[in-house]
């Protein structure tokens, strides 16, 4: 099993920054990837970001919708995935969700692929 935990999220104005943070614990050597989904109200939960942290792969995709404005990284040492979104606006706003993969698959974006999720971490972004 894999715990994650996020932290970060909070409200801020339009054109602001927020990172948020995802730690993870338990049997995370078994983890392939990390990353990102959102959901804001009355909609489904969507991809934003996904980390490659198994090996020594260094590879990141990210949704066209935070391209150019969002950044994930990682810190193997600490087992963390960071989000740090820049310029954000008001359509940001969402409840963000950490989620780690066991294995690689094509279909990246998809929740369907991931095997654990964190509680989820409330961001407001205000016009």
């Known amino acids: 099993q894999v715990q994650l935990v996020e932290s970060g999220g909070g409200l801020v104005q339009a054109g602001g920054s927020l990172r948020l943070s995802c730690a993870a614990s338990g049997r995370t050597l078994s983890t392939y990837g990390m990353g990102w989904f959102r959901q804001a109200p009355g909609k489904e939960r969507e991809f934003v970001a996904l980390a490659v942290i198994r090996w020594s792969i260094d590879s990141t995709y990210y949704a066209d919708a935070v391209k150019g404005r969002f950044t994930i990284s990682r810190d193997n040492a600490k087992k963390t995935v960071y989000l740090q979104m820049n310029s954000l606006i008001p359509e940001d706003t969402a409840v963000y969700y950490c989620?780690?993969?066991?294995?690689?698959?094509?279909?990246?974006?998809?929740?369907?692929?991931?095997?654990?999720w964190g509680q989820g971490t409330q961001v407001t972004v205000s016009s």
């Open positions: 989620a780690a993969a066991r294995y690689s698959s094509s279909r990246y974006y998809s929740s369907d692929e991931y095997d654990y």
